[in-house]
């Protein structure tokens, strides 16, 4: 809860020859008097008069006064300190601080009401500039990432910021602004230029990518909301000398201009190990509409059950899904298709090798769907419970999932048949580490089923590292 001071509602006087009083006779009705003042402050409507900020220096007040406004319209004691830690928390939320913390008091002066209270929040900002360095894990790739921050640059809680990541299979640069509202840090605008340069090696593809965006984020009740423009001029190019002839027409310069529009309610109590709540996630994007060289419709969703069973196992169900429509007879990208396989999504495939191919490069579809049904135990016999023994889980999956594409004269029905011909599946064990409260590694013994001519198979013992998996 962080750190609540609140001081002696009336400390005992001092005494001795500097009064010109006698100590005993004040050592009675000074306890008598503090004890009735607790119980007014304790147990009786109580008064916020006050509520100071110390330790300002290019904050600007009328932006913390959303923060802390709630404050005064605590009733209590104990209201007044419930609504002092939620205000100190959402002023950590801003980003702007390093260190908050909270004193209470009676009130005094000319004004000071019997039963009137003082709040003061002692603040250590950040400073201007800061830096970082770690290095974060992806969808089975790892990179270092160097950055440099302008907190707070305008007083307001914008932030500026400067990212470099290094990578297995991506490096980027860019440079980002970020401008809350008042009031409500979750309406948010971000500003952002960047440059990409990924290589994508079951497709023997390389990409580099240049662009700027704006994205606007917001919430509706318990939904999360983010309205996202793109513009983004991509270099595609072969990864290697052997790349078939079907992505070398991939080829080229092209210019995506795109609006996308990202819903989410999310009520899991873990994003990595959940064991309780759901997780819907819906993707809409349209290209082309603000010009460029792409033109389609894309839409995709994600969706995650989580149930506690008997002896701390939780049994997640998982569900992913996709289609791209190609708009004005314009055929679609290798680089906005759809790619299905791997330890992240159907395990016991290679890493994005399901579906078409040509002469063993992988070209993405048009469509897919993924389910998995998964079972995670503690480790046999506990070892390190209430430790680092609880980072780890047993895993037992069954995954299925086909990705194709369409011909969209057909109608629904065809494409649900199309969708449900050649289905690869797998099952098997193994075990799952988390690292923090982002990431997760996961070791497993993979059986894969359904394979069908083209798909690159790992039979086995299969690594995997993410964020998100299936």
């Known amino acids: 809860m962080g750190t609540v001071h609140a001081k002696s509602m009336d400390p005992l006087p001092m005494h001795g020859k500097d009064l010109g009083v006698n100590p005993d006779d004040l050592m009675e009705p000074p306890e008598q008097e503090a004890d009735a003042k607790q119980e007014i402050l304790e147990n009786?409507?109580?008064?916020?008069?006050?509520?100071?900020?110390?330790?300002?220096?290019?904050?600007?007040?009328?932006?913390?006064?959303?923060?802390?406004?709630?404050?005064?319209?605590?009733?209590?004691?104990?209201?007044?300190?419930?609504?002092?830690?939620?205000?100190?928390?959402?002023?950590?939320?801003?980003?702007?601080?390093?260190?908050?913390?909270?004193?209470?008091?009676?009130?005094?002066?000319?004004?000071?009401?019997?039963?009137?209270?003082d709040v003061t929040f002692e603040v250590n900002e950040i400073k201007r500039l800061t830096g970082s360095y770690n290095t974060m894990v992806g969808n089975n790739e790892g990179s270092m990432v160097l950055g440099l921050k302008l907190p707070n640059m305008f007083g307001r809680a914008e932030k500026l910021t400067f990212q470099f990541s290094y990578g297995t299979k991506e490096t980027s640069y860019g440079l980002s602004f970020f401008k809350p509202q008042p009031g409500y840090f979750e309406r948010n605008l971000t500003l952002n230029m960047y440059k990409v340069t990924g290589q994508f090696p079951w497709s023997s593809l390389k990409e580099t990518d240049r662009g700027v965006s704006a994205e606007l984020s917001f919430p509706v009740g318990p939904t999360s909301h983010m309205l996202k423009w793109e513009g983004v001029w991509r270099e595609l190019g072969c990864l290697a000398r052997s790349a078939s002839f079907a992505v070398?027409?991939?080829?080229?310069?092209?210019?995506?201009?795109?609006l996308s529009h990202t819903m989410s309610i999310d009520s899991r109590n873990s994003a990595i190990f959940p064991s309780s709540g759901a997780l819907l996630r819906i993707n809409q994007e349209l290209a082309g509409f603000t010009g460029g060289d792409a033109s389609f419709f894309k839409e995709d969703f994600e969706l995650q059950l989580n149930r506690r069973l008997f002896w701390d196992s939780v049994l997640s169900g998982s569900l992913w899904g996709g289609m791209l429509f190609p708009i004005e007879g314009k055929p679609s990208c290798i680089a906005d298709r759809f790619y299905l396989g791997g330890p992240t999504s159907v395990r016991g495939f290679g890493m994005y090798s399901i579906g078409p191919q040509s002469e063993g490069d992988y070209l993405g579809g048009e469509a897919y769907w993924a389910g998995g049904l998964h079972l995670y135990t503690p480790l046999p016999f506990r070892p390190g419970?209430?430790?680092?023994?609880?980072?780890?889980?047993?895993?037992?999956?069954?995954?299925?999932?086909?990705?194709?594409?369409?011909?969209?004269g057909e109608g629904p029905r065809a494409h649900l048949q199309k969708l449900a011909e050649c289905i690869r599946w797998s099952?098997?064990?193994?075990?799952?580490?988390?690292?923090?409260?982002?990431?997760?590694?996961?070791?497993?013994?993979?059986?894969?089923?359904?394979?069908?001519?083209?798909?690159?198979?790992?039979?086995?013992?299969?690594?995997?590292?993410?964020?998100?998996?299936l």
């Open 248 to 258: 070398r027409e991939e080829s080229g310069h092209s210019l995506k201009c795109g």
């Open 427 to 469: 099952y098997g064990a193994g075990i799952v580490l988390r690292l923090g409260n982002i990431a997760r590694l996961e070791l497993n013994y993979c059986i894969p089923m359904g394979v069908q001519s083209g798909d690159r198979i790992c039979d086995g013992v299969q690594f995997g590292a993410g964020i998100r998996f």
């Open 385 to 408: 419970r209430g430790g680092f023994g609880d980072l780890f889980r047993t895993h037992f999956f069954l995954n299925a999932g086909n990705l194709c594409n369409l011909n969209y």
């Open 44 to 117: 009786k409507d109580v008064v916020v008069q006050h509520v100071n900020i110390q330790g300002l220096g290019r904050t600007k007040e009328d932006l913390l006064g959303y923060e802390i406004s709630d404050v005064f319209n605590a009733k209590n004691l104990i209201d007044v300190m419930k609504k002092a830690h939620i205000a100190r928390q959402r002023l950590l939320r801003l980003g702007i601080f390093k260190e908050v913390e909270v004193l209470i008091d009676t009130s005094e002066g000319v004004d000071a009401l019997p039963n009137g209270l």
